[in-house]
């Protein structure tokens, strides 16, 4: 059962490497409109996804406050380790009838709970979302940060798009605080702290073809590990018999 998070700074490659990924391994490629349709399914209002994923041109924190105290309470689970089990096909989450107070702390919380789901199942590349510090404590996750330097991903941006310098900056600085902020608000985390992945990758110098064979021989190795170790434990079960 394979599970990979990718991290990614914007226009570093990550989402063509996640698709990469997904492909090679045979899994399904989890990325931010199918973590958006679940916990819109799960009560989350469609106006509160589009701001936790805003990468624009005023903060984040700004945006937030502009529309939060017009989005309605969610009915969901308070229990974040409840089972979560499909209420139609198609559907990730069973909601109660039980009322939250309104915050936007506590739709990142359904967000997250959705993600925890849809890890569940296994055989997942999970792209961004903050993938990485909901399933810390889950086993056998390989978790995958992809930077790149600022100048190539302007590069990037400004080829890409067909966009001035000036733009390609203020969207990758936006973009880089809005996800930090959201690692940091929501989860205490440092979003490009080293120490949070298994794998990191700098695409500057680095072919596509070649970051996709890193994560996926990455992937397997974990696995095998993870199979000679209940191997090895079995052995020594046996063996005390």
């Given at each position: 059962m394979a599970i990979v998070t990718i991290s990614r700074q914007l226009a570093s490659g990550g989402d063509a490497i996640a698709r990469g990924v997904a492909q090679?391994?045979?899994l399904r490629l989890v990325d931010q409109s199918v973590i958006n349709q679940a916990a819109i399914e799960a009560g989350v209002p469609r106006v509160a996804?589009?701001?936790l994923g805003y990468e624009g041109r005023r903060s984040l924190v700004e945006r937030m406050l502009s529309v939060v105290y017009g989005m309605p309470a969610i009915p969901t689970t308070l229990d974040k380790d409840a089972p979560l089990t499909p209420t139609m096909p198609g559907s990730f989450l069973s909601p109660s009838h039980r009322s939250m107070n309104v915050s936007m702390h506590e739709y990142?919380?359904?967000v997250?709970?959705?993600i925890r789901?849809?890890?569940?199942g296994g055989d997942v590349t999970i792209v961004g979302r903050g993938g990485r510090v909901m399933l810390h404590d889950m086993p056998g996750v390989l978790h995958v940060?992809?930077?790149a330097s600022f100048a190539r991903r302007e590069a990037t941006l400004m080829a890409r798009d067909g966009i001035e310098r000036q733009e390609a900056m203020a969207r990758l600085r936006a973009s880089d605080r809005a996800r930090a902020d959201y690692l940091k608000r929501y989860h205490g985390a440092d979003w490009l702290d080293p120490a949070l992945y298994d794998?990191?990758?700098n695409t500057d110098n680095l072919p596509l073809p070649v970051a996709v064979a890193a994560v996926v021989g990455g992937c397997r190795a974990l696995e095998e590990g993870g199979k000679d170790v209940a191997a090895s434990e079995g052995a020594e079960s046996e063996g005390s018999k």
């Open positions: 090679a391994l045979g996804m589009e701001e990142v919380r359904v997250d709970m959705v789901n849809l890890a569940q940060q992809v930077i794998l990191t990758i």
